[in-house]
C-alpha cells in the first residue's frame, strides 16, 4: 500500500533536497544532520513507491526524477 500519491512523494524529496542544501550554514546546521538522518526512509518509501506502480513508464519516470534530483547533489 502506498500512502501518498508520487507527485506528494516526489515533492517532498524536492522539499528536502531544498532544505539540506540551504542548511550549510553553521546555524541551520542541526536540521541538515536530523534530515540526513532520515534519508534512508525517505528513499525506502521512493522504492515502495517505485514498484507500487505496474507502468514502466510511471516507474521510469519516478526514477528519472528522483536520479535528476541526486545528480544535483553531487
Not at 500519491?5 to 542544501?21: C, G, P, W
Not at 542548511?23 to 518509501?45: H, M
Not at 506502480?53 to 535528476?68: F, G, M, P, Q
Request: hydrophobic share 45%.
Amino acid at each position: 500500500d502506498v500512502p501518498c500519491e508520487a507527485t506528494v512523494i516526489l515533492a517532498r524529496v524536492y522539499v528536502v533536497n531544498d532544505l539540506l542544501y540551504n542548511a550549510d550554514n553553521g546555524v541551520t546546521t542541526p536540521y541538515r544532520a536530523l534530515l540526513q538522518t532520515e534519508l534512508p526512509i525517505i528513499f525506502e518509501a521512493l522504492n515502495r513507491l517505485k514498484n507500487h506502480y505496474e507502468s514502466a513508464i510511471t516507474k521510469k519516470e519516478i526514477k528519472l526524477r528522483v536520479e535528476k534530483l541526486l545528480n544535483g547533489w553531487m
